[in-house]
């Protein structure tokens, strides 16, 4: 009977077990509904959550109250919440662990309060979590590994927030996630890997932001995003080829300031159906290239589009392809609002080159017009710089300034100097702008950064000195920057990791120096940046890690170590970094990584890059100890022909194999059965035997023949979907519903010892159990 009850009668079940005497608690201002098992307490001035909600409470609804501060352990009375709306009530802070023990919860709703920030384990322990809304909030910091404990989530929705700029892999751990709105926010800036990670992704908001260019790089690593809406961004330009993704089929640019769009900037995109690109300032209009076989509608609505000569290929493309044409001419005269669709490559004419000269000219002195009313407040501004008040942005960037520039609004929030030519920045270089959030002195060609270069700037949180020639820092480079949390120091000429430099940034979270040319590094190189979460080394000239490096490590999750000159996994180095969720060593040349390797970040490691090192062995225990946190192993583009021992990767959702030389012999049984249990794209082929090659591990018949491998079914011959195995992308046990009462039990009596241990070590125990 068990295993036939559905979620729901579980309850039933657990009502049954409640005894009769039970008597339902109600907190005194609030509405309790005991057979729904709701607890309703909306707009009644309440200071914090209250004590007394029963506990089998399902839905709790606490809209309109004045709760200020979520403290750690907010809802531990009430672990079986599904339901939680948290909508205006002044929340100012969610403290780390605020949620922890609602593991059941489904939905959370806290739009309209006031969160500035997301710490790293204010979302922990929502390990069921499908919708969170944190719209309307003043957001704008996301602190590195802030969703990575909600693995379920399908929507995340940050609109009307404040966020300026998205740091790499701010979004890593949503390994579910379908649609993601940053709508309504001040991004200016998507770094590549901002939105990397997210391989569910089908849907991505960024519409109404402050976006000039459209960010190729950061698009092309989400696979599977077929709706993108840009729509109200300040671009200006969309150039060659920059959209490319491979399964989008809708996409918006409406609303921006386009005057301009090379006719193949969308043709990587095959799958394209629907293009908007309606109320920019295009005036010509040409026809795609041929990369967009879909395309369905067009619509260059609300352009000055002039129904000319010059709008003839347009037209007899979308008639020979059966395109929808959308908008009206813009002119000339005769034409003038007749929908594109109604006039013929036939109709459409130039006159003389003397008359469309005067016409183009008439036309430009009309633009031209200085606009009849002055902007009311009227912003502070140097010479050769923009400035806009509204966005609190100001720019001189590529303006051949040989010296900062001085008389900026004290509101600037941005600043933007990159591309000129400042070759060093003397102390005091930044007076009066304490409330800049973002600094950006790219390709500055800045040799040297003088002691309290940016003393005053207390609001600083992004500092970008990329692209300089940079080879050292001054102890006191950074003095006065109490705020300051992201410091992007990539290409520039570092031959060594500039430790000293980092003693009087106490916030520093993530520190960029990828691309510079460090050697080594050197014992205790963090002993100055203790608090620091995440290292970016990639792409510099490591050969040599100290095993003591990584001392004073302790709070680091992310360390990228890729396309460097390693010749081993540092492996006593990181035992000193036991809290690395992410650890990427693609591109050096280890060949081979012996055992126990990774074993000192068995408890936190999360992902892991290992791809394209030629890696040729791998001992059978070297992934050894990574059992139940691992999520993501990355092992392509290797010379292996055996993998290691798989199974105890109990938590593995992604896998990547491809391109390794496997040979598909008895030895490989091992893998081929675990194929065969987990569920997930493994991307294993066969290299060998010869008459093997290219075929999937997984549908050659050899293995059957192995000893053991006899219960492997027999290989797919002409449809190869078994129609059973739905999509999954988590391996689950089969027997879920029995593991679900012990789960609930567990909780259940954890609650009553008062203990709250972290979820990842519940679902320890909970596998230890269901295999004993
Ligand atoms: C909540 O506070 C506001 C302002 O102090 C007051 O007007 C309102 O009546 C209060 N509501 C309740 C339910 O106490
Ligand atoms: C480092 O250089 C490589 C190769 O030029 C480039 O692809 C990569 O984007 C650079 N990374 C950074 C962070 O500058």
Redesign the pocket.
């Known amino acids: 009977m068990c295993s036939q009850l559905c979620p729901d009668a579980l309850w039933v079940l657990m009502l049954l077990c409640i005894p009769a005497a039970h008597a339902a608690k109600c907190p005194q201002q609030c509405v309790c509904d005991q057979i729904q098992l709701t607890v309703t307490c909306v707009n009644k001035n309440l200071t914090q959550v209250p004590l007394t909600v029963d506990e089998i409470t399902v839905k709790l609804d606490l809209r309109g109250n004045d709760i200020q501060e979520l403290p750690t352990g907010a809802f531990k009375h009430t672990p079986y919440l599904k339901h939680l709306s948290l909508q205006r009530c002044n929340i100012r802070r969610v403290k780390e662990g605020a949620f922890r023990g609602l593991g059941r919860l489904v939905f959370l709703n806290l739009a309209n309060n006031n969160i500035d920030i997301l710490y790293q384990e204010s979302l922990d322990g929502l390990s069921s979590l499908k919708q969170l809304m944190i719209d309307r909030n003043r957001v704008e910091e996301i602190q590195p590994g802030a969703f990575s404990q909600l693995g379920f989530l399908n929507l995340l929705s940050l609109t009307h927030n404040q966020l300026v700029y998205i740091p790499n892999m701010a979004f890593q751990g949503l390994q579910n996630i379908k649609w993601l709105r940053l709508s309504h926010n001040s991004l200016n800036y998507l770094d590549?890997e901002a939105l990397a990670g997210l391989f569910t992704l089908t849907r991505l908001s960024l519409d109404h932001n402050e976006l000039q260019f459209f960010p190729s790089e950061t698009m092309t690593r989400l696979p599977e995003v077929t709706r993108l809406d840009l729509s109200y961004n300040p671009m200006t330009y969309v150039g060659e080829d920059v959209v490319s993704m491979a399964k989008l089929t809708h996409l918006f640019m409406d609303h921006m300031s386009l005057q301009d769009m090379d006719n193949t900037a969308v043709s990587k995109c095959p799958n394209l159906i629907h293009l908007d690109i309606s109320y920019n300032q295009l005036r010509v209009v040409q026809p795609l290239s041929e990369g967009n076989p879909k395309l369905a509608r067009l619509n260059p609505a609300g352009n000055p589009v002039y129904c000319n000569c010059y709008l003839r290929p347009l037209r007899e493309w979308s008639i020979r392809n059966k395109l929808k044409l959308l908008g009206t001419c813009g002119g000339p005269a005769h034409l003038s609002g007749e929908n594109l669709e109604a006039v013929y490559p036939s109709d459409l004419h130039c006159q003389s080159q003397e008359a469309m000269l005067k016409a183009e000219f008439e036309e430009a002195t009309r633009v031209t017009t200085p606009p009849t009313q002055e902007p009311a407040n009227k912003v502070k501004c140097p010479a050769n710089c923009v400035c806009e008040a509204e966005t609190h942005h100001s720019s001189c960037e590529n303006r051949a300034h040989t010296k900062v520039s001085r008389g900026f609004s004290p509101n600037t929030r941005l600043l933007d100097l990159r591309g000129n030519h400042f070759h060093y920045i003397p102390s005091n270089s930044f007076p009066g702008v304490a409330q800049v959030v973002s600094l950006h002195l790219q390709r500055c060609k800045i040799v040297e950064v003088e002691g309290g270069a940016f003393s005053g700037m207390k609001g600083l949180i992004y500092l970008y000195l990329?692209e300089n020639d940079l080879s050292s820092l001054s102890p006191d480079a950074f003095k006065g920057l109490p705020q300051l949390t992201y410091l992007h120091l990539?290409?520039n000429r570092f031959t060594g990791f500039p430790k000293g430099a980092f003693k009087l940034v106490p916030s520093l979270l993530a520190l960029?120096l990828?691309?510079n040319s460090i050697p080594k590094l050197e014992p205790d190189m963090l002993s100055e940046a203790e608090g620091l979460r995440a290292l970016?080394l990639?792409?510099n000239a490591i050969e040599h890690v100290s095993p003591r490096a990584l001392d004073h490590a302790g709070d680091l999750d992310t360390l990228h170590l890729g396309g460097n000159k390693l010749k081993e996994v540092p492996t006593e180095a990181l035992s000193k970094a036991g809290n690395l969720r992410d650890l990427r060593l693609s591109g050096n040349s280890i060949r081979w990584v012996g055992p126990n390797a990774f074993r000192p970040l068995e408890r936190s490691l999360k992902e892991l890059y290992l791809d394209n090192m030629g890696l040729e062995t791998m001992s059978q225990n070297s992934l050894a100890g990574l059992g139940a946190a691992l999520r993501s192993l990355f092992l392509e583009g290797n010379q292996l022909e055996e993998v290691p021992n798989l199974q105890p990767l109990t938590s593995l959702e992604v896998i990547n194999l491809a391109d390794n030389p496997l040979m598909c012999d008895c030895p490989l049984l091992p893998l081929r059965m675990w194929i065969e249990k987990v569920n997930l794209k493994v991307r294993a082929t066969c290299a060998n035997p010869p008459e093997l090659r290219g075929r999937r591990v997984k549908d050659v018949h050899v293995f059957r023949a192995c000893p053991g491998g006899e219960s492997l079914p027999s290989p797919p011959t002409v449809t190869p979907k078994p129609a059973k195995a739905p999509k999954a992308t988590k391996p689950k046990p089969m027997h879920l519903n029995g593991i679900r009462q012990v789960k609930m039990l567990k909780v259940k009596s954890k609650l009553r010892k008062g203990s709250n241990t972290k979820p990842a070590a519940a679902k320890k125990t909970r596998e230890r159990r269901s295999t004993a």
Do not use: A, D, Q, V
Request: charged share 30%; proline share 0%; glycine share 10%.
């Open positions: 590549t990329s990539e290409k960029h990828e691309n970016y990639t792409g």
